[in-house]
């Protein structure tokens, strides 16, 4: 099954052309009421010129554990954000457990506190879908996507798979342990579009982090992973483990990656891609939700902004305010789909 919302890679050391993300016509802008409202202390300030300025220094929220992808995107966020506007510091807080949910639900109790961000993603969407919180997106200010990043199927360097469609037809017939970082992130979704597309059974073991995962890999307590090309690209240039194909529509354009398949060229037609953002706590003054807007909106076009997609092989499509909400949408009506009830 292949995500309408997938663009091309782009190419690593070439100048990043930013686009802004597909979103699905079909779909409505939803209006942020919460956005209208404040609550409590919000942590801001009123700036010379009548607006809204933070307070001291701003937390990025992180809800996953050090070393994975979520993590590189809040630490990376964080500098870009300081790039753009020298008078803001921003210290990051990895709040991790429940695949997510602990740091969310964190950040629920937050509302209309304008000096926290969090570094958000598919977990997002995915952990209402499941059931296991009481929260989703709308509860929260969406401020700006960022990048979209595909995923790789790797293994170990001594696995004796060698391609994509040798582990499912193993996993037809046999035990294939399959590590995700976190049961409704993106790793997760990849293997259920793969089991729905060929007939085969993973038995998932999950992980806090990608740092996590990639330990558990190397030591072999996995046979297979589903990591971030940002997140494994180090033990891949030294040959620890390989990658077997990439979901995505088309192959890497970035030098490192090229020579990896899709899954779509190995006869698995899956392909998603698990996209990065910031949100703001709900019941945010409006001043507070633009003055992010804006702020991010400048970030995106810092060199460290680029510095972070090329390092980490994203795809640089963004989408700001309500047409972050817009995508959020058409994502989670997707996803609905693939993992819901």
Do not use: H
């Not at 391609?163 to 590590?179: L, N, P, Q, Y």
């Not at 085969?200 to 996995?222: H, Y």
């Not at 989408?319 to 009830?341: K, P, T």
């Amino acid at each position: 099954m292949s995500s309408p919302l997938l663009p091309r890679p782009t190419n690593k050391g070439v100048p990043v052309k930013r686009t802004r993300s597909a979103v699905l016509a079909w779909t409505p802008v939803l209006a942020l009421s919460l956005a209208a409202c404040s609550g409590g202390d919000s942590g801001g300030s009123t700036g010379a010129d009548g607006g809204f300025e933070p307070r001291g220094d701003v937390t990025m929220v992180v809800p996953f554990g050090a070393g994975g992808g979520s993590d590189l995107a809040g630490r990376a966020t964080g500098t870009m954000i300081e790039a753009a506007n020298e008078d803001l510091t921003v210290s990051v807080e990895n709040r991790e457990g429940g695949s997510g949910a602990v740091g969310y639900s964190y950040f629920l109790g937050e509302s209309g506190n304008e000096n926290l961000l969090l570094a958000t993603e598919t977990a997002l969407l995915a952990l209402p879908i499941s059931g296991e919180v009481e929260f989703d997106y709308t509860d929260f200010t969406p401020i700006m996507k960022l990048a979209d990043d595909f995923t790789l199927m790797i293994v170990n360097a001594d696995s004796p798979y060698q391609t994509c469609a040798d582990v499912v037809e193993a996993a037809k017939s046999e035990r294939i342990t399959a590590g995700i970082s976190g049961i409704t992130g993106l790793d997760n979704i990849v293997f259920t579009l793969t089991e729905q597309e060929t007939g085969a059974e993973f038995d998932r073991v999950p992980f806090e982090s990608g740092g996590e995962l990639t330990a558990a890999l190397l030591g072999g307590q996995i046979d297979i992973a589903s990591l971030n090309p940002g997140e494994i690209i180090g033990q891949l240039e030294s040959g620890d483990v390989r990658a077997l194909c990439a979901f995505s529509e088309e192959r890497y354009d970035y030098e490192a990656l090229a020579d990896i398949p899709t899954a779509a060229e190995q006869g698995i037609d899956v392909s998603f891609a698990q996209f990065r953002g910031v949100l703001a706590p709900g019941g945010i003054s409006e001043e507070a939700r633009q003055y992010w807007i804006d702020t991010m909106e400048a970030a995106v076009e810092t060199e460290e902004y680029q510095t972070y997609i090329e390092d980490n092989y994203l795809q640089p499509n963004t989408a700001s305010g309500d047409e972050f909400v817009e995508y959020l949408e058409g994502n989670n009506e997707l996803l609905q789909q693939v993992i819901g009830e």
